[in-house]
């Protein structure tokens, strides 16, 4: 639908486990980027990528490790994370870094991530 | 650092009747963006506002980017159901940064 498909769509994970969110886009953009959103917080940007570089990192946890291989696809792996990791984690692109260009963001559907 | 408030929180409004959501930020915005995130969905990009006093429209919907380019609101007239949703507004960290998103407000419309 957004030209960003997320997989998987739901994932329920053990404290224990390791796992991945994927993230690939179709509309030939040059950042993706990784965001948290919870009940109680707003969207929280996680990481930003520019053209496969990782451009931003906003303190967030070493249980979460990004990936990004090219400039269409966006990893997110997982290990040992705690249940205040549950949340939906949003993939998003734009045309070029949105703070320099001012470009919209385009989401996807998001993986919603139970951790039990 | 720079934070965006948004108020209210959250709104509930009969069908029919008008919504006005504000956003406001600590710091001068070179620009500023809406988005809207209908339940159980991902937010998907309304509008960009980036002259001071800018207004711009959307059928029902009326964006406004304060003087001073630290405020911003939408209003919608006369609210249907398919309006449901959180609105959010986004705009950079600091000049150059990447966006920062405030809380949203969440519309429920009663038929």
């Known amino acids: 639908e957004t030209g960003v498909t997320q997989t998987p769509r739901h994932l329920v994970m053990g404290m224990t486990n390791k796992k991945s969110l994927k993230c690939e886009q179709h509309?030939?953009?040059?950042?993706m980027y990784w965001y948290k959103q919870s009940a109680k917080k707003p969207l929280e940007l996680m990481f930003v990528?520019?053209?496969?570089?990782?451009?931003e990192n906003n303190s967030v946890p070493s249980r979460f490790s990004p990936e990004c291989p090219n400039s269409s696809h966006l990893f997110l792996h997982l290990h040992t994370l705690q249940p205040e990791d549950s949340a939906l984690y949003l993939c998003?692109?734009?045309?070029?870094?949105?703070?320099?260009?001012?470009?919209?963001?385009?989401f996807g559907q998001g993986t919603r991530l139970t951790v039990v | 650092g720079q934070q965006v408030m948004q108020i209210p929180q959250y709104q509930h409004v009969q069908e029919g009747e008008d919504f006005t959501t504000y956003c406001n930020s600590s710091?001068?915005?070179?620009?500023i963006q809406w988005y809207k995130q209908r339940p159980g969905g991902h937010p998907v990009f309304l509008i960009q506002?980036?002259?001071?006093?800018e207004v711009k429209k959307q059928k029902r919907l009326t964006f406004q980017f304060g003087e001073a380019k630290k405020n911003s609101s939408l209003h919608i007239t006369a609210t249907q159901t398919t309006d449901v949703g959180t609105y959010f507004c986004?705009?950079?960290?600091?000049?150059?940064?990447?966006?920062?998103f405030g809380p949203g407000t969440r519309l429920s419309v009663l038929p």
């Open positions: 998003a692109s734009s045309q070029d870094v949105q703070g320099l260009s001012n470009t919209e963001a385009f």
């Open positions: 509309l030939g953009h040059n950042a």
């Open positions: 990528y520019n053209f496969k570089e990782q451009t």
């Open positions: 710091t001068t915005l070179s620009n």
């Open positions: 506002l980036v002259k001071s006093g």
């Open positions: 986004a705009g950079p960290r600091n000049y150059g940064q990447n966006f920062v």
